[in-house]
């Protein structure tokens, strides 16, 4: 499969808003979920946000849950993160990736591939 790519992160402010994109290839992710996740310095990475292949099945992580969103564009070629509200600590590197697998898939990291690059996200005043 070939890597998805992120982009839309930046610098802003506490209480501040971003979106970040996530680029399929489309078929080579058809029929798989696609999971953002994200990794602050010297930390280990950690699920955020899942949606499933077709785009009716969401889940958050409880840090993250009520202030982001994930969503995708009809051909689920293309997925969001909303991300408001954003506090220091969202400060990370963005990262998203498929798997052929929704359930639990915020702690299935294993089962992801097709990581893209990522993209930084820095939450300062």
């Known amino acids: 499969h070939l890597p998805l790519v992120e982009s839309g992160g930046g610098l802003v402010q506490p209480g501040g808003s971003l979106r970040l994109s996530c680029a399929a290839s489309g078929f080579a992710q058809a029929h798989h979920a696609i999971g953002w996740f994200r990794q602050a310095l010297g930390k280990e990475r950690e699920g955020v946000s899942c949606?499933?292949?077709?785009?009716?099945?969401?889940v958050y992580a409880d840090s993250v849950a009520g202030r982001f969103t994930i969503s995708g564009d009809d051909t689920m070629n293309t997925v969001y993160l909303q991300m408001n509200s954003l506090k220091p600590e969202d400060t990370a590197d963005y990262y998203c990736a498929t798997t052929p697998d929704y359930s639990d898939c915020l702690n299935n990291i294993l089962d992801f591939g097709s990581w893209g690059p990522g993209t930084h996200v820095t939450v300062s005043s």
């Open positions: 949606i499933s292949s077709e785009g009716g099945r969401t």
